[in-house]
């Protein structure tokens, strides 16, 4: 089993940034990838940004080059950097860890960002 609790979401204005952080906790060592979704309201939830064991990265195309998926250096912490933000990217972030091949979710924490 793995726990994920994420921190960090707000509100915050257009061209703002904010920086969500998420601590897996649990047989963390079996954790292949990590990463961030969304759900707005009335929409379907969707990627972000992952980042796998090894580094790798991978953004949605609408977050390219406003946001940065990273890892801390004991690897059980992802954060994701948002940058000009838009109001838009308004919606419930989730944090995702993937470990023998079973999904984990947090909670989730909600950013508003205002126009």
């Known amino acids: 089993q793995v726990q994920l609790v994420e921190s960090g979401g707000g509100l915050v204005q257009a061209g703002g940034s904010l920086r969500l952080s998420c601590a897996a906790s649990g047989i963390i060592f079996t954790i292949n990838a990590m990463g961030w979704y969304r759900q707005a309201p009335g929409k379907q939830r969707e990627l972000v940004a992952t980042?796998?064991?090894?580094?790798?990265?991978n953004y949605a195309d609408s977050v390219k080059g406003r946001f940065t998926i990273s890892r801390g250096t004991a690897k059980n912490t992802v954060y994701l950097q948002m940058n000009s933000l838009k109001p838009e990217d308004t919606a419930d972030y989730y944090c995702?860890?993937?470990?023998?091949?079973?999904?984990?979710w947090g909670k989730g924490t909600l950013v508003t960002v205002s126009s």
């Open positions: 980042i796998t064991s090894g580094g790798n990265t």
């Open positions: 995702n860890a993937v470990a023998l091949g079973m999904a984990y």
